[in-house]
């Protein structure tokens, strides 16, 4: 069993940042494909940013250029830097983590974005 834990959300005004973090229990490998995802209220969930298999990484339109994504295999932690932030970016942020054949996802975290 994988366990993954977001931290890091919260409210920030239009124009701000934020970085979320997600702890995974046990070690990570760059091989493994890995990404932050997000789901705004009445909306499937969407891939945000993620590694893929072979470590490249991919961003959503939405986001390119405003985030980054980002590991620290020794500290079995995914990092998303959130800068630019818009209204449209509220929703709740998960992380998830494919290990073999299973995927595992975290309990994610609220990310407004509002004056």
């Known amino acids: 069993q994988v366990l993954l834990g977001e931290s890091g959300g919260g409210l920030v005004q239009p124009g701000g940042s934020l970085r979320l973090s997600c702890i995974v229990s046990?070690?990570?490998?760059?091989?493994?494909?890995m990404g932050w995802y997000r789901q705004a209220p009445g909306k499937q969930r969407e891939l945000v940013a993620g590694f893929t298999g072979t470590g490249d990484t991919n961003y959503a339109d939405s986001v390119k250029g405003r985030f980054a994504i980002s590991r620290d295999l020794a500290k079995s932690t995914m990092y998303l830097q959130m800068n630019s932030l818009k209204p449209e970016d509220t929703a709740v942020y998960y992380c998830n983590v494919w290990v073999g054949v299973n995927d595992y996802w975290g309990q994610g975290t609220q990310v407004t974005v509002s004056s």
């Open positions: 046990g070690r990570i490998f760059s091989f493994y494909a």
